[in-house]
C-alpha cells in the first residue's frame, strides 16, 4: 500500500521484532519474485543460502533430483526475513506498532469495521485488513479450522549436498511431509509435520 502512495498506513503486530518464527524458511522463485518487488530482495539473497537442487522421497521410497540454475530458491530465517519486511515498511513511513495484541474489531453503528481494540488502544482506520492467518479469530469463514503440528531441529556438521534441499514423503506421515533444508555450509533444518487432529477435530499431541 505505501509503494502506491497510500498515505497514513498503520501495521500492527503482536509480536515484537526481530523474532523467532517456526517455519522451514524457504523462499520459492516466485517468492524471491516478490521480494524484489517489495524492495527487499537484494538482501534477501545476501543474507540468504542459496538453493538450486531438490531432492523428493516418495512414499515408496523412489528419489527424484530436480535441479535448477544456481540460487533459484532460497532458504532464510524468518527472523530475518520478516524483519526486512518490518524494516522496508518503515522506510516507506508505515507506522509500525509492534507488541500490539488486538482482541476485537471496532464496528461503528452500522456495524462496519472502522478500526481495531487492544488492551489499552483503540486504533480507528477507513479500511481495515486483518491478516491473521488461516486460524483468524475475525474470520468469518464457516468452515471448520484445520491443524497440523511441526516438530524442527537444527544439527550442524552433518554431511549433505550443498544448495540442496530434501522432501521426504513418508506413508507414516501422508499426507504430509519430512523435510531438510540447508541454512548454510555447515547447518541444516530438519522437520516433520503431521496430522495434529484426531476424531471429532480435537488437537493430538
Known sequence: ?????????????????????????????????????????????????????????????????L???EGAAVVLLRKHFDNLLVDRAQQLGVDFRGGFRISELVRDGRGRVVGVRGKDQEILADYVVAADGAHSIFSTDPRPKRTISTLMGWWEGMQFAPGTMEMIFDRNLSPLYGWMFAESEVRVKIGICMDGEGPGGRKTA
Do not use: W
Open 67 to 69: 535441479t535448477t540454475s
Open 1 to 65: 500500500l505505501a509503494q502506491r502512495g497510500v498515505k497514513g498506513v498503520v501495521l500492527v503486530d503482536k509480536d515484537r521484532f526481530p523474532r523467532e518464527k517456526t517455519c522451514g524458511s524457504a523462499l520459492s522463485p516466485n517468492g524471491l519474485k516478490i521480494a524484489d518487488e517489495l524492495g527487499i530482495g537484494v538482501e534477501v539473497k545476501r543474507l540468504g543460502y542459496h538453493i538450486h537442487s531438490l531432492k523428493v522421497v516418495t512414499p515408496g521410497n523412489r528419489e527424484m533430483h
